[in-house]
Each structure stands twice: as C-alpha cells, then as structure tokens.
C-alpha cells in the first residue's frame, strides 16, 4: 500500500482506493470488518506533498463496560503534510506547535498508505468505546452482563473504615 510519489503525473492528484479487510491486521483494540475506502487528494507544494482527504469503514470494537465486540462505523476525515524523511536531521532539540502535529514523514519517495490508515483508524475510534449509549457493563459480584440478564447477587461492597455509620443508620431507621 506505497503511494509511488515519482509515478505522480500531475502536481494534484486524487486517489480513490478500495481495501480488503484482509489487508489489516488486527490488533488489541480493533479488527476491519468491511473494506476501507480511501479518497484523498494529493498534492505537490514546493518540497512536501499535501494528502487531504477520507476514509470510512467499519471496525469491530470491544466495549469497555462489558466486553461485548460491536460494530462501530468509522468516517474520519485528514489533512496531513508529508515531508521528505531526508530533511528530518533530529539534530537539534525543537519545540513542536499544533501545525506540527499535521506532519508525516515519507521515505524513497513513498509515502505509505498502510500507516496513514492505521493511524486515522486511531484517532477515529473513541476514547471510551461503548457497546450502546446506556450500556450496563458487567456485575462486579458474579460478571454476569447487565445488559442481558438482571443480576441477583446479594454481595454488598461495604468499606469497613465506614461500618460506624452503618450502625447509626440502623439505629435511625429502627425509630
């Protein structure tokens, strides 16, 4: 998945690629579940080229209350600068502002597309990923899934530094 930049023929360019799920690995917070579909334009300024585009797909996702792996749509759009790898000396110590964030590195005048795509995938994907928006996560007693299946434990998760106050609800409750 190497953009050739020398194949270029003109200094504006637009990529509309399709790729398999199977072109993906997956990995610990996500798997492809449907193809990637990538449209960018490219662009030639000066000594960098400009790739500002988008990409959707559907990635399979582990919910962090209950572990259950759901379907996630992901439509993320990017506007990134590529930078020859050569002018990147890493000699000196600079301090980077938020224009630098937008900045890539390309090498033998390719950029990879593999990694831009795993990075949107990232930064696409949210912070907390939740199955549904009121999902009940799991019983932190016997983990059962909440949102299945009512839960009948009677364990009761008491902190002993506040059994005192225990005994004066009772007392106030007995009157």
């Not at 270029?8 to 072109?23: C, I, K, M």
């Not at 259950?68 to 000196?92: H, I, K, M, P, Q």
Request: hydrophobic fraction near 35%; include cysteine; charged fraction near 25%.
């Amino acid at each position: 998945m190497l953009l050739n930049l020398k194949a270029l023929s003109e200094p504006s360019v637009r990529l509309e690629r399709t790729y398999p799920p199977s072109a993906f690995e997956a990995t610990d917070e996500f798997t492809v579940g449907k193809p990637v579909e990538l449209v960018c334009d490219v662009e030639k300024i000066r000594s960098w080229y400009q790739l500002a585009g988008h990409l959707a797909t559907r990635l399979q996702v582990q919910c962090c209350r209950c572990g259950e792996l759901y379907d996630a749509e992901l439509d993320v759009a990017f506007n990134l600068r590529y930078v020859s790898e050569a002018l990147n000396t890493g000699t000196n110590d600079v301090e980077i502002d938020g224009e630098d964030l937008t900045v890539a590195f390309y090498r033998d005048d390719q950029i990879d597309l593999r990694q831009l795509m795993s990075e949107q995938f990232y930064l696409g994907l949210p912070m907390k990923p939740l199955c549904q928006e009121g999902c009940r996560g799991l019983c932190a007693a016997c983990g059962k899934n909440l949102n299945f299946t009512d839960c009948e434990c009677s364990i009761k998760w008491r902190d002993p530094r506040l059994a005192a106050l225990d005994g004066l609800l009772k007392e106030k409750s007995s009157k």
